[in-house]
Structure formats: C-alpha cells, structure tokens
C-alpha cells in the first residue's frame, strides 16, 4: 500500500492550491479517504474525507465553503482544491486510506 502526496508549495494568502495523492497497492475504489493536516507544534487534525463512491463528503469547521475534496477512482487519485487560504492553514497535508495508512505529507505555506 502507497499514498504519494504532491501539490504543496508557498502562496501568498487568498490563493489556491491543489493536492493530489496518488493510491497504490490496494482497491482504491472501496475505502474512505481522508486529508489532515499537522501544523508545527501542532497535534494532527482532520481535514475532510470521501466516501467510497464520492458521493457523500464531510469538512472540518475551519476548512468548509474553501477546500474541496474529490477523488477519481479510475486514477486511483483523491485531491484537495483549497481556496481563499489563509496563513493559519500552513501545515504538513497527508491523505489516509481508511483508518491506516498514512502518505508521507506535502508542505502547504501560506505566506506574504
């Protein structure tokens, strides 16, 4: 099992980004996936998630009407669209399969 995050860089606040993670190793179409996020000195917290069928998403507070999370099951890929980031959303993003695996993260910098 791999989850490959990418996508992450600077930008300025009210920009966009978009991340992506790329799934392998297993039947991508038939688990929840998640993004979270852990900002330095901070403890990991939930971002949003999708079901299975990509019909039925759910958000953090913080995060909702900004970021939307997607998935395409043909690639194999689950993405997060952020808009009108803020600084308070600089942090390491890792996508999760299920309630396991974890990828290994991509910087998101919200900065002027």
């Known amino acids: 099992v791999q989850l490959v995050e990418s996508g992450g860089g600077l930008v300025q606040p009210g920009g966009s980004l978009r991340l992506s993670c790329a799934a392998s190793?297993?039947?991508?179409?038939?688990?929840?996936m998640s993004w979270y996020r852990q900002g330095a000195g901070k403890e990991r917290e939930w971002v949003a998630a999708?079901?299975?069928?990509?019909?039925?998403?759910n958000y953090a507070e913080s995060v909702k009407g900004r970021f939307t999370i997607s998935r395409d099951n043909a690639k194999n890929t689950v993405y997060l669209q952020m808009n009108s980031l803020k600084p308070e959303d600089t942090a390491v993003y890792y996508c999760?399969?299920?309630?396991?695996?974890w990828g290994q993260g991509t910087q998101v910098t919200v900065s002027s």
């Open positions: 190793g297993f039947t991508f179409s038939r688990y929840t």
């Open positions: 999760r399969k299920g309630q396991d695996t």
């Open positions: 999708i079901w299975s069928t990509g019909g039925i998403t």
